[in-house]
């Protein structure tokens, strides 16, 4: 996600489909095969809910149990299907309940500032402080807004393949997204917040890694 003069558009990300032999080999329940998928997605799908409940220690549980799910349906996946598509939709699938869960029994979130930002990339103070200022216009989206935003913005999947994972029309993806960044662009406006040239500022999303945002 970079900052520029128009506000903020998405950088190139990519979230790369697994290998199709250790695909199939998890499929037949070779749990080495499926720790290795773990280990590619695990990140990207933690931080995800993160931004979503805003909880850590419920996300860290929610991604437990997401690939748990997964690794139950696997032997029904389809390989005609993109993984990514498929794993986002159970993504989604598990949140929704949980978000549903809570509006019937109301819990004490953590509070924001606890949440670690993404990387930010030689930023100073001023851009950190508008990179904070960012993401809490993000929590304050709805969450159908919220999770288009996010698997564009943070995760970096097409229009198309979170149409699929969402389960709606990619006109409704592109206007959910579309949405979502002039809400925050005007969140950002509001707290006076712009960008020239030379004060541009980029997020950047680490790799799946071991270790968590």
């Not at 809910?49 to 805003?54: E, H």
């Not at 978000?99 to 001023?126: G, H, M, Q, S, T």
């Not at 006109?171 to 960008?195: C, N, P, S």
Request: net charge negative; aromatic share 8%.
């Amino acid at each position: 996600m970079i900052f520029g003069t128009r506000g903020y558009t998405h950088a190139a990300l990519s979230l790369p489909q697994p290998d199709l032999a250790i695909l199939r080999k998890a499929q037949r329940g070779d749990e080495r095969a499926f720790s290795i998928i773990v280990r590619t997605y695990e990140t990207p799908v933690y931080n995800y809910v993160l931004r979503l409940v805003q909880d850590r220690s419920l996300a860290e549980d929610l991604t437990q149990e997401v690939f748990l799910r997964v690794f139950q349906g696997l032997p029904k996946f389809s390989l005609r299907c993109k993984f990514t598509t498929w794993l986002f939709q159970v993504t989604k699938n598990r949140v929704l309940d949980e978000l549903r869960a809570n509006e019937r029994r109301p819990r004490a979130l953590v509070a924001i500032d606890d949440i670690a930002p993404l990387e930010v990339l030689d930023a100073p103070v001023e851009q950190l402080e508008a990179i904070d200022t960012l993401w809490r216009a993000v929590d304050d989206l709805n969450p159908d807004l919220k999770m288009a935003l996010l698997l564009r913005d943070v995760v970096g999947l097409p229009y198309a393949e979170i149409a699929d994972a969402l389960e709606v029309t990619l006109a409704t993806v592109k206007w959910r997204i579309h949405k979502a960044r002039d809400e925050v662009q005007l969140a950002l406006a509001r707290e006076g917040i712009t960008y020239g040239v030379a004060g541009t500022a980029e997020i950047a999303v680490p790799a799946a890694s071991n270790g968590h945002l």
